[in-house]
Nanobody
Framework: QVQLVESGGGLVQAGGSLRLSCAASGRTFSNSAMGWFRQAPGKEREFVAA????????RYADSVKGRFTISRDNAKNTVYLQMNSLKPEDTAVYYC????????????????WGQGTQVTVSS
């Protein structure tokens, strides 16, 4: 079993930045891919970014490419999402998730999820 706890969400003005963190505990973090997803009110959950175990491969949704950066610190069992140039359309609950295996983009491919952290971007 894996527990994931997100932090770092909040209210920010458009153009601002936030850094989300997701700390994992429980089962070993080895050979895992980590992903960030988000869900806005009335919308389906969507992929944001993902990173493989060795940090040699990352993927981003087109909507965040060039603005968001995913990274991980395996020694701390933590994955981060640096979000810059935030837009009102980035407002959502952000979730981190882990899967054991290669990097994938679909939420159904992920095994464990955090409880989410709210990000609100005001115009």
């Amino acid at each position: 079993q894996v527990q994931l706890v997100e932090s770092g969400g909040g209210l920010v003005q458009a153009g601002g930045s936030l850094r989300l963190s997701c700390a994992a505990s429980g089962r070993t973090f080895s050979n895992s891919a980590m992903g960030w997803f988000r869900q806005a009110p009335g919308k389906e959950r969507e992929f944001v970014a993902a990173i493989n175990w060795s940090s040699t491969s990352t993927r981003y949704a087109d909507s965040v490419k060039g603005r968001f950066t995913i990274s991980r610190d395996n020694a701390k069992n933590t994955v981060y999402l640096q979000m810059n140039s935030l837009k009102p359309e980035d407002t959502a609950v952000y979730y981190c998730a882990v899967r054991y295996g290669v990097l994938r983009l679909g939420d159904l491919d992920y095994d464990y999820w955090g409880q989410g952290t709210q990000v609100t971007v005001s115009s």
